[in-house]
């Protein structure tokens, strides 16, 4: 067992070993310095039994081994708040104290019930948007399968909406006209414009009549007894939403 001298003899030893990097005659490189200095505790470490002694020298080498640390560096270990730097000023403290006074003062039942209000304003409004969800998904059904495939298939938003616009002020002109007549030569556009007084609850009638040698396609577009006020969410806007849910 290592006694007490032997423990001073190596840090006097240990001590002289670390001084002697200032001459500069056997170490002429910090690198060079550390590796003989790890060399001579890793030899020492393993002769002594001294269970002090070995820790000692341990201890020395792990802080060897650890290079130094810069200031900013050692700044980073102490980062986190309250050590760290200042953290920036938040919009509570940069508002007036007055304002925030009003808040933090509130009444608890004040509190409860504008929280209620919000939960039953936000539960209403989700409420009406799925009735008017529900209303144009009962209209989408009233479009016959084939139409409604083709709608789907070939997609055109601002054709749809050109038919939508015409149709819609028709039911709501309250001028007593009660027709709308449409030149639709196109047989795909015409099937369009039939899907569109569909989802509307209107009759659309096509006659063929010939002019100038040519055959003239005519829609014919009425009120029905049912046909009530148009839909909230328009036809576009339902095959929209639809197209994002999937």
Request: glycine fraction near 4%; aromatic fraction near 8%; charged fraction near 30%.
């Amino acid at each position: 067992m290592a006694s007490a001298d032997l423990l001073r003899r190596e840090e006097e030893f240990y001590a002289s070993l670390f001084d002697s990097a200032k001459g500069g005659d056997a170490v002429k490189s910090r690198g060079q310095m550390i590796e003989r200095k790890i060399e001579v505790l890793e030899d020492m470490a393993a002769k002594v039994s001294n269970r002090r002694s070995r820790r000692w020298l341990n201890d020395r080498l792990l802080i060897e081994l650890v290079p130094r640390l810069h200031v900013e560096e050692i700044k980073g270990l102490f980062a986190p708040p309250p050590w760290g730097e200042e953290l920036p000023v938040s919009a509570f403290c940069r508002t007036s104290v007055g304002e925030w006074d009003a808040f933090r003062s509130i009444d608890m039942d004040v509190e409860a019930r504008l929280m209620q209000q919000m939960k039953q304003s936000s539960t209403k409004q989700k409420n009406h948007l799925d009735r008017d969800e529900l209303v144009a998904l009962n209209s989408w059904h009233h479009i016959d399968r084939q139409t409604r495939e083709a709608i789907k298939r070939n997609f055109l938003p601002d054709l749809l909406e050109i038919y939508e616009e015409r149709v819609r002020t028709f039911i709501e002109d309250t001028s007593g006209k009660d027709m709308l007549v449409l030149n639709v030569q196109d047989p795909f556009q015409r099937l369009l414009l039939h899907g569109v007084c569909e989802f509307y609850n209107v009759s659309s009638t096509t006659t063929t009549t010939v002019r100038d040698g040519k055959l003239w396609k005519t829609t014919t577009i009425k009120k029905r007894s049912g046909t009530g006020a148009p839909s909230r969410i328009t036809l576009v806007s339902f095959l929209r939403m639809k197209k994002k849910s999937h």
